[in-house]
């Protein structure tokens, strides 16, 4: 797409490629897995030809695209997220100023320290969700150590379900002019600004191109 | 109700196996490739085509030899059934009026859930259909007012079949007769069990015998702890974004710089 005017470009084709894969196949997951884990949810095995064996098969042939996709993840955001500065911790201090009003929001880099730790606790989870799925799919371990990866994966819903809900909604209505980080990649300079200005300077100094 | 028990002796029990073929010949299960390990235990273990086996315990004797202890091993049929709770296509593994835990492989999508926390480790995997299968009481049979085929062909009076409370009242006044080590077990763990043993020795001389069975801790904290705590998770993240946006509100980016 030809740049448009005034507008300022947040994210590579790449990272809103990695970024779709990654939000269909979550969301898979989530839905095949919900009708796995709730009787309640079965019906959604119904949508599928073949039923709940179809719709498990599935669900552990998207973890494997969600697994792989996040590596990509990794070469995207690893080397803006995968650490904290001096503004990260006075951001925390503030909750970046989401929870109450602050006079001043400590400036951000590409990624503020609050989507730093988004990124670390779905690091993390991706071990957890890949490694204990991989071995509920193919359980070479003994029972006793097999049944303790269902917890595992159970606690992985618990964390990535409420982690899903307010990435949304940050990445949504929660911050207006968010969303096209992640649709056509354009942004405002007045968006830029206020989420991430040390970013900013250094695009506008030529220190890097997004 | 009309709970009922399969009572095993197995102090009347011959090793004979006619409950072994029994089995195999009311569900139709194909006789197995088989191995010789050095004993009489056949097959192995229990496989996808064999529900029931009876296992030869081997105690070497100081004069020489071996004593054996026979053990008929099959599905236990919790009342409180962890295979059941771990389950998660609804109606797969349900329970009979008689007390009867049964898979229905037609529901089946061999996830291996139950394999994995059944306290005895009865279910077994065939990688061939990719389904689960293990004994089910009969229950073909005895909702229809007969005896499990193993119970119809014992011999010698080893397995018995017949209301719950009779089968208990009859299991320890067997095992008091029997006396010494002698006990009932069956009765007293995951609320009881539809299949019960008279055990002339302590519960610790049988090979894979469970000595004290419950529904593992892991199936309590996956089922009836983190299910109910992802839909609390899920549902305050959904309420607290809510109350944010109407109470703080959006961030909007400052005007200008455009």
Redesign the interface.
Known sequence: MAKPK?LILSSTVFERVVHWVLAGSCLFLFLTGFG????SL?FI?NFFPG???IM?LLHNIVGIIFGIAFLFALIAWGKDTLYFDEDDKKWFRVMG???WEVEKVPEAGKFNAGQKMFFMVLFLFWFIMVGTGIF?WF?IFP?EL???L??LH??G???L??????HF?LGT?????TFQVMGHGYV????A???RSKWLRDVEAGRRSV | MNEKVMLIDVSKCTACRGCQVACKQWNRLPAEKTQQRGTHQNPPDLTPATWNLVRFTEIPLKEGGVRWLFRKDNCMHCEDAACQR?C???GCIFKTAEGAIVIDTE?C?????C????PF?IPRFDSAT?KVYKCTLCWDRIGNGQIPACAKTCGPGAVTFGPKEKMIAQAHARAKALGGDATVYGDKFVQGTHVMYVLPEKVRMYEKLAINPSV?V??Y??KDF??P??VL??G???V??FF??II?G?????????
């Open positions: 005034n796995l884990m709730f009787h079965s095995g039923g709940h064996y498990k100023g989401y929870l509920m359980p029972p097999t049944r303790w269902y917890v159970a606690l819903v618990v964390v379900g409420g982690f899903l809900v307010i909604y209505y929660g911050n207006p002019g405002t300079k007045g968006w600004k206020k989420h | 771990a998660p296509v609804p529901k999508i061999g996830c291996e859930y394999v994995n926390v059944c480790e990719k593992p892991s199936v904290l996956w983190l299910k705590v992802s998770a899920i305050a993240a959904l607290g974004t944010h946006y703080k959006p961030k909007r980016p400052e005007e200008g710089g455009e």
